[in-house]
T-cell receptor
């Protein structure tokens, strides 16, 4: 089955620790994205990548880092510099070029204790 | 990208049509209207998109006014599983693939 996987579904970390969220897709999509969602709110773009080895900051990139070494993978690291890391994190991918719908993973709910 | 305005919540009876409005009065000529929905604690799901013509697929219909300043997403026979937050997004075709999600409309389908 083609799709996007995010793991784990729930993640707990202590304050001050870096944590990396996984996102993998087998849809052969060039573009990948990371969003953050807080309770009762819409999605906000953290980082996006249109092609391997290239990525750009979204609206709320501070305290986060990403890498795009492979087309299939776009991991997100939540660093200790992120002041309010507890949130629901969503990864998405799409074909490059516009307009194209985005396909979303199931999300990772991160709780920092 | 143009800003969109949606009602925060709506109710619909099961089996009836759900009509979800979206205002995008500042939309420009190269901007598309996209609809996504998000069922609780899941990733958003693409529903439909259009430029100026009405569109229909297996999930829904999208009606865009002639002046393109507003649109309506229609779920023809709403079921309980359609209970979700519905997002209307306007995006230019030269804006890469970034989507800006606002608050959306929380649709509650009731038996």
């Amino acid at each position: 089955d083609g799709g996007i996987t995010q793991s784990p579904k729930y993640l707990f970390r202590k304050e001050g620790q870096n944590v990396t969220l996984s996102c993998e897709q087998n849809l052969n999509h060039d573009a990948m994205y990371w969003y953050r969602q807080d309770p009762g709110q819409g999605l906000r773009l953290i980082y996006y990548s249109q092609i391997v080895n290239d990525f750009q900051k979204g609206d709320i990139a501070e305290g986060y880092s990403v890498s795009r070494e492979k087309k299939e993978s776009f991991p997100l690291t939540v660093t200790s510099a992120q002041k309010n890391p507890t949130a629901f994190y969503l990864c998405a991918s799409s074909i490059s070029g516009a307009p194209r719908e985005q396909f979303f993973g199931p999300g990772t709910r991160l709780t920092v204790l | 990208d143009a800003k969109t305005t949606q009602p925060p919540s709506m109710d619909c009876a099961e089996g009836r049509a759900a009509n979800l409005p979206c205002n995008h009065s500042t939309i420009s000529g190269n901007e598309y209207v996209y609809w996504y929905r998000q069922i609780h604690s899941q990733g958003p799901q693409y529903i439909i998109h259009g430029l100026k013509n009405n569109e229909t697929n297996e999930m829904a219909s999208l009606i865009i006014t002639e002046d393109r300043k507003s649109s309506t997403l229609i779920l023809p026979h709403a079921t309980l599983r359609d209970t979700a937050v519905y997002y209307c997004i306007v995006r230019a075709n030269n804006a890469g693939n970034m989507l800006t999600f606002g608050g959306g409309t929380r649709l509650m389908v009731k038996p």
